[in-house]
């Protein structure tokens, strides 16, 4: 929220990861809609069900972490390589980070719509790469 404001809405699915009391009630003193999708509808949250399986089968699925330093390493790692090295066939085939760089030439995008693209400390936990 420190970065890029607090989000309108959240979406998820009904996984125990997002029935903590904890998060529904971060959300409900931030003012933060939250809607489930419906039970055995993925499709109804597509973007981010095509992300996590991706995070899961490239990274997850394929590491194992020694600490909490060495997780956020190699997420910064994969993270570069999702969004700079590997095309994406819903991006006709670019990187997104190709994608962003057409979007803002085109000016098929409304100022403000994209996020900064500049790197934050958190993104990459200090590393260079």
């Known amino acids: ?68 330093a060495d997780a956020r390493r190699k997420l910064a790692v994969w993270r570069y390589d999702y969004n700079n090295v590997r095309p994406h066939s819903s991006l006709e085939n670019r990187t997104p980070a190709q994608a962003r760089r057409a979007f803002l030439q085109d000016g098929s995008i409304p100022p403000g719509a994209l996020v900064p693209a500049g790197l934050h400390e958190y993104q990459t936990g200090r590393l260079s790469l």
């Open 1 to 68: 929220m420190r970065l890029y404001g607090k989000p309108a809405c959240i979406v998820s699915d009904n996984g125990t990861e997002f029935t903590s009391r904890a998060i529904l009630k971060w959300a409900s003193e931030n003012r933060v809609e939250w809607h489930y999708i419906d039970p055995g509808k993925p499709q109804q949250n597509a973007f981010i069900e095509s992300f996590n399986g991706s995070l899961r089968d490239e990274l997850l699925n394929e590491e194992l972490f020694d600490s909490l």
